[in-house]
């Protein structure tokens, strides 16, 4: 899916997504990443939602968003609860969806200020 970006001042929104890539800024991902408006992890370990650990999301508890809309690939997988402990205990919010669904709503949420990272598998 492709989106037109309105105010390209926001912070890094994503541009276009699709099997095997997502694109912000004008440059393709082809690996698992973690956007933030202010700030890309271009790879991000997990390439999978089999492979989520405890201390990948103590790496999104680090980036300090109240947020986090994780994106799990083609289908919705929720982790078990033990692994977004760190999450948790730093009173940072989680929303579980697929990937497609992520991507829209991390652009709705950084278009309007919030402080939230999206960690994304891909699709």
Known sequence: M???LDDIDA?????RYGQGEIVINGIIHRRSLVILP??????WRPESCQ????????LLAELTPE???LGTGAKQRFPHPSLTQPLIESRIG????DTAAACRTYNIL????RR???ALIMI
């Open 2 to 4: 492709k989106f037109i």
């Open 11 to 15: 912070g890094h929104a994503i541009q």
């Open 38 to 43: 202010d700030r890309i992890i271009a790879e």
């Open 51 to 58: 492979e989520l650990l405890q201390n990948d999301f103590a």
């Open 67 to 69: 947020i986090v809309v």
């Open 94 to 97: 989680l929303e579980v969806m």
């Open 110 to 113: 950084m278009s309007e200020g």
């Open 116 to 118: 939230v990272a999206a």
